[in-house]
Nanobody
Framework: QVQLVESGGGLVQTGGSLRLSCAASGDTICISAMTWYRQAPGKERELVATITSAGSTNYADSVKDRFTISRDNAKNTLYLQMKSLKPEDTAVYYC????????????WGQGTQVTVSS
């Protein structure tokens, strides 16, 4: 079992910055890829950025060059540095971890709200 707890969300003005964190605990040794997703009101959850255990990253086109995903494996923490925020970035941001043992399991955090005011 893996537990994920996000933090760092809040209210920010357009053009501002925020850094989200996702602290993992439990059987963290099994974690491979970690991903940030977001879900805006009335919309489906969408992938924001993902990072593999080797550090390879991938971003949604809408956040490229504005968001940076990183992870500190020693601290079992995932980060999302967000800059040049736009109102359309307003959403609940969720952390996801893929755990690989003899099977593959998905774990989710409870989400953290990011609101960008215009």
């Amino acid at each position: 079992q893996v537990q994920l707890v996000e933090s760092g969300g809040g209210l920010v003005q357009t053009g501002g910055s925020l850094r989200l964190s996702c602290a993992a605990s439990g059987d963290t040794i099994c974690i491979s890829a970690m991903t940030w997703y977001r879900q805006a009101p009335g919309k489906e959850r969408e992938l924001v950025a993902t990072i593999t255990s080797a550090g390879s990253t991938n971003y949604a086109d809408s956040v490229k060059d504005r968001f940076t995903i990183s992870r500190d494996n020693a601290k079992n923490t995932l980060y999302l540095q967000m800059k040049s925020l736009k109102p359309e970035d307003t959403a609940v941001y969720y952390c996801n971890a893929v755990c690989k043992t003899w099977s593959v399991a998905d774990y989710w955090g409870q989400g953290t709200q990011v609101t960008v005011s215009s």
